[in-house]
């Protein structure tokens, strides 16, 4: 597909609860939707263990093809916390106590609770800053274009807003969708065609057999809002054909 | 962390629609239990475009890393389903029609309404086979250790009753919570001593604060159930001694 901001993001999901289908990821929706509105296109999603090498693995991967690399998970007080250690480890740079993030935790905790494992929330990679958290007084950790966040949904959200407008962002993604009411099949040809007369959009679609209808919502996107309304007008000539009806929206 | 299941799978999730925030995944978790009842850990997750680079490119490091690779999305009529193309493509092979494919669409659309849009879900990477598909015309499909997926949740979860016991899985992985209601901090350094104790288990961390009170979900896996109640005594006892409250489960 074409059709793709200029400026991409990775994520890397840390969390051995949502490869062992104990928790229902909920951050790659909610930080893809985010990262739109900054004008950066999620490009790509690896969830992976609690493990140091794979973690260093996605992140030199995504940090070096993409223009900013997330991380969710890892970043709290306990021993399976290991997200700060291995992103130092994929920079090649030591695990250092930020002393900024001591006095958030000393005022949050109070000096005389700090202990050992709470003072770990306060390790950043050699070189890197905070992100500011508005929720518990630990914060995420930024180092050059990795943003290390929250794995636990509020908190991360939380962190996101303080990060609104510092990525450099493109144009945003914008939408628009159709749903017809037709075997995606009977549909198909057409889509086809008019996808190769509209190479400068991507439409996608997506079936659906819900309350005994069948049908497709077609996704048209592109940063340029003018260019998408054309392929939806075409879309729907293209359900008229077909006798299908058709409605704006999903 | 230790206490994985020898046998391990890897899945590439094609979804510009979950990239683009549009659509909640609702795979992950359920392939990741199915997996485990099956006796095979899922390993890692890779969320790609549309793409067929990036198709390749996740399906090939993932179908050598792990036992098995599934795949889930890509596989329907229309413009924008790739997978059959790049899977082929990752193994070198060419497209063909399977003729038993070709025979369950006839039956299905009616031979006059077998459109080549609708023939296109009945092309496979050459040596491939079919996943059976209870709810609709098109199956899925299977090439060596990867399994082709469709990505509509309910027919996804369809094929994947047709492949229980084909896989060769280990032992499943066993696991039991408790609940302790204490910050998971004051609770660190305490889990750090029994991960010690106890290498042949997995303890993981899981904070919440919800509804007023602040704990963490602590859980103990292993495939080994003998292994597992110990080290639940052990947790419940540190948190005894914080004065924490506990509860079985989460």
Redesign the interface.
């Known amino acids: ?1 074409v059709a ?1 901001t200029s400026v991409s993001a990775g994520l890397v ?1 840390i969390g ?11 951050n ?6 985010w990262l ?1 509105e900054e004008g950066v ?11 140091r090498d ?1 973690i260093i693995e996605a992140v030199n991967t995504l940090r070096e093809r993409c223009d900013y690399c997330f991380t969710t998970g890892g970043i ?6 290991i997200t700060v250690d291995a992103v130092a480890g994929a920079f090649g740079v030591e695990v250092v106590y930020d002393d900024e993030a001591l006095d958030m935790l000393a005022a949050y ?1 109070g000096s005389d609770q700090l ?4 003072k ?2 306060a390790r950043v990679p050699e070189g890197g800053g905070l992100i500011e958290n508005p ?2 007084g630990a914060p995420g950790v930024r180092r050059e274009n990795v943003f290390m966040l929250a794995g ?1 949904p ?1 908190i991360m959200r939380g962190m996101l807003e303080g990060l609104r407008g510092e990525l450099a962002g493109a144009e945003p ?1 914008r ?1 628009q969708a159709v749903t017809v009411f037709a075997p ?6 057409a ?2 065609t008019i ?1 190769d007369a509209h190479p400068d959009v ?8 819900s309350q005994g209808r069948v049908g ?1 919502v077609l ?1 048209v ?1 592109s940063t340029e809002a003018a260019r998408i309304a054309p392929v939806i007008l075409a879309i729907k000539a293209a359900a008229e054909r077909l006798d299908a009806q058709w409605e704006d929206g999903e």
């Open positions: 597909m793709r999901v051995d609860e949502i490869l062992s289908g104990r928790t229902q990821d909920a790659v929706a909610y930080l893809a939707k739109n296109a999620l490009r790509e999603v690896r969830i992976v263990a609690d493990d794979a709290g007080p306990t021993h399976d916390d905790f202990t050992e494992a709470r770990r929330m929720m518990s636990i509020g993604m939408s995606e099949s009977s549909m198909a040809d889509l086809t996808q991507a439409i996608g679609s997506y079936p659906f057999f497709a996704v996107r």
